[in-house]
């Protein structure tokens, strides 16, 4: 035990001072001689679990205080001493600590037939609240847990069960949700081991027999990969990603896989330098392997909630097999894996601190904020999600682009918000690749995938379970043009024409009606652009639905005509006044960018933002190499006439790293085309929709 204690003075001779290490060796001679009689259901003496805590902790670089009053942290609860004597003897900073960690461990957290979900909900909430502000509270509980499981082959069976059930409802997703994955992977591998032995030996035995074989091929690749990163001038190192045990086992009950299908795919690791070397190497994987639609996900510009940061993307390798490729510069590979405790060695630095650490502390400074104010136990569970994830969830597209919801937003939401006639034959959706039903409510970072049928239509209790406006208005107004509900007053909302025909077979007529003036002045677009003063030519009366022209008249503004009005072939003589004019939703064509672009940090995500203001629907994104040092970045969007494509374009290059904006041409709707897709299946669905 004497060993044990200096390795941990050892171990903390590396970040801190001599003299700071005092508290340490006072808090030890202490809580030795408490729990000198004690041992441990192992046989061995209790200090040591106190001091294998406490170099658990040392080992994330957490300070001597935390260190100490780990140390320290059954002594309240398994000896004569008492909160006051620790506070005599060690100041309130150490006392509040071990207190906090003696009233989490007097904590019971019921195991009944509840939702599984909430009952883990009220048990973190629990928890937090118990620990009050101090984040070292539940560090060394985490530790304690960690200690207590990596040791718990020694205790009865029923104890087993029962700690290692808590462990993945209430431990492990909190060492998730401060970051500190490799406590999290531990934790939960322990606790899978213990509560269903024979498949994790079945699941490690298998895994020791594919070791070779998959260390062999990540051999391979890695051997042809790093070459070539550094012709692109990419300093990174790439490692194999080790598959943990309750992962492999979580995918395999999960997504219905076998073992074979879960280990064939190889999961590698690129750590480059730089932040911006992330979109560089991504511009090298993809140059090698062909992406995967969908997969690719860009957490730097929009990080996870526990501030996990990375690029993931899944390409498909010469043999056939998916390869999980994840880029993360150094900084955010440390962060990863160490999470919130990454906060404490960037404290005692002189360089001050961490502006990510500073945001996930303010997250957490929230959530502690929110559980004073927590009142009832019956909206629990939503002000607990609102909590963890704000008042807007980000989702993605199966092409990886992030859209925003609000929360309670269902699938058929996130339909409408693509298309509406992808919202009319929504049947469901494919979330993380899992099929959902259209009211199931979306989550943070969901992965969504909507499943259309030709031959659905909207029902009248969609409007019901709906979030957001835009869905309410485009089933109503569905409904409506099914006759199922009567035409209410026109000027409520804006109505949009039908874009599409819902079957090439038996194309309905355009419905075009009686708008009035205002609306239908909202609903024109002149050289892209909405909200211009324009005005409806008397001579024919332009409705949506019909093809358009603008005229620029002497007094301000724009008459409206249709195409082939005569009156206006007749009047208009000068051409350079005849401008683009189109209905908003209509003529959409399908246009092509490539932009040049010298990769850095939130690159991606600058693009997004200076483009939302216009309101037009990425399709499809694409990082390549470009020649020397650039990068090509291509997207698909949907312009409503060319007018908007110019401005995407002039809007895009005004993008700091966006050198050079090239038009790669323009793809009118079809509406006649039969699906022929096949070897893009996202597409296919989209297609058909419309
Ligand atoms: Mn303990």
């Known amino acids: 035990m004497r060993e044990a204690f200096a390795k941990l003075i050892k171990r903390l001779k590396k970040s801190y001072k001599p003299e700071d290490l005092d508290v340490v060796r006072h808090a030890y001679r202490v809580a030795n001689e408490a729990h000198q009689k004690q041992l441990r259901a192992s046989g061995e003496p209790y200090i040591m679990h106190s001091i294998e805590v406490a170099t658990i902790l040392a080992g994330l670089g957490l300070d001597p205080v935390t260190c100490a009053a780990a140390l320290l942290h059954d002594v309240v609860e398994d000896t004569k001493h008492k909160i006051p004597t620790i ?10 600590i071990v207190d906090g960690v003696t009233k989490i461990s007097s904590l019971s957290f019921p195991d009944n037939d509840k939702d599984r979900e909430e009952q883990q909900a009220q048990n973190i909430r629990k928890m937090l609240v118990a620990t009050a502000q101090d984040l070292r509270v539940i560090m060394i509980k985490l530790a304690d847990r ?6 718990l082959k020694y205790l009865e069976s029923a104890d087993r069960i029962r700690i290692s059930r808590e462990t993945l409802d209430i431990y492990a997703p909190l060492a998730n949700r401060l970051g500190i994955s490799r406590w999290k992977w531990e934790l939960e591998d322990h606790a899978f081991h213990f509560l269903m032995p024979d498949v994790y030996k079945n699941i490690s035995r298998l895994v020791a027999m594919k070791r070779h074989e998959r260390e062999a091929y990540l051999e391979k690749t890695i051997t042809f990969l790093e070459p070539r990163l550094l012709e692109a001038e990419v300093v990174a190192r790439v490692i194999g990603r080790p598959k943990h045990l309750y992962s492999i086992y979580e995918k395999m009950s999960r997504q219905g896989k076998d073992f074979s299908q879960v280990m064939d795919v190889l999961g590698i690791r690129i750590i480059t330098q730089t932040d911006a070397g992330c979109y560089n190497a991504l511009g090298v994987v993809h140059s090698l392997w062909t992406p995967i639609p969908g997969r690719l996900k860009d957490y730097i510009a929009m990080p996870k909630l526990n501030m996990y940061q990375a690029i993931h993307t899944t390409v498909m390798r010469e043999n056939g097999l998916p390869m999980e490729v994840q880029i993360r ?8 894996r160490e999470g919130i405790a990454a906060h404490w060695r960037y404290k005692e630095g002189e360089s001050g601190r961490d502006d990510k650490l500073d945001t996930q502390l303010t997250w957490l400074q929230k959530m502690y904020d929110w559980l004073k104010d927590a009142g009832s136990q019956d909206n629990l569970m939503e002000s607990m999600r609102q909590d963890f994830s704000s008042a807007n969830i980000y989702v993605f597209t199966p092409r990886g682009e992030v859209k925003e919801l609000p929360q309670g937003a269902t699938p058929l939401d996130f339909a409408y918000l693509i298309h509406s006639h992808i919202g009319h034959h929504c049947i469901g959706a494919r979330v993380n690749g899992k099929i959902v039903p259209i009211r199931y409510n979306l989550q943070m970072g969901d992965s969504i995938e909507i499943l259309t049928s030709k031959n659905q239509e909207p029902h009248f209790d969609w409007i019901d379970f709906v979030v957001t406006g835009r869905a309410r208005t485009r089933i109503r107004q569905r409904l409506r043009e099914l006759g199922e509900i009567a035409p209410v007053e026109e000027t409520k909302a804006p109505v949009r024409p039908r874009q ?6 038996t194309p309905p ?7 009035d003036e205002a609306t239908r002045r909202k609903l024109v677009r002149v050289q892209g652009l909405k909200g211009m003063q324009v005005q409806f030519a008397k001579c024919c009366n332009p409705m949506p639905g019909h093809t358009i022209v603008g005229y620029v008249t002497r007094t301000p503004g724009i008459s409206i005509h249709r195409a082939e009005c005569k009156s206006f072939a007749r009047s208009a003589r000068d051409h350079s006044r005849v401008v683009q004019a189109s209905w908003e939703g209509e003529g959409q064509m399908l246009a092509k960018i490539r932009l040049v ?5 939130n690159l991606l995500a600058d693009i997004t933002n200076a483009l939302r203001p216009l309101n037009i629907d990425i399709l499809n994104a694409q990082f390549g190499p470009g020649e020397d040092v650039n990068n090509h970045f291509d997207f698909q969007f949907e312009a409503a006439d060319e007018g908007n494509i110019e401005q995407v374009a002039k809007t895009v290059a005004r993008v700091p790293g966006v050198f050079d904006v090239i038009h790669l041409g323009v793809q ?4 006649e085309e039969t699906p022929s897709h096949a070897k893009n299946p996202a597409k296919k669905r989209f297609k058909e929709a419309g």
């Open 500 to 505: 599409y025909h819902v079957s090439p077979k």
């Open 597 to 601: 672009t010298r990769n850095r940090p």
């Open 146 to 151: 960690l200690h207590n499981m990596r040791t």
């Open 87 to 96: 506070r005599k003897e060690f100041g309130d900073d150490i006392a509040q």
């Open 668 to 671: 009118k709707p079809q509406p």
């Open 509 to 515: 007529p355009p419905v075009v009606r009686e708008v």
């Open 329 to 336: 510069s150094e900084q955010m590979d440390f962060i990863a």
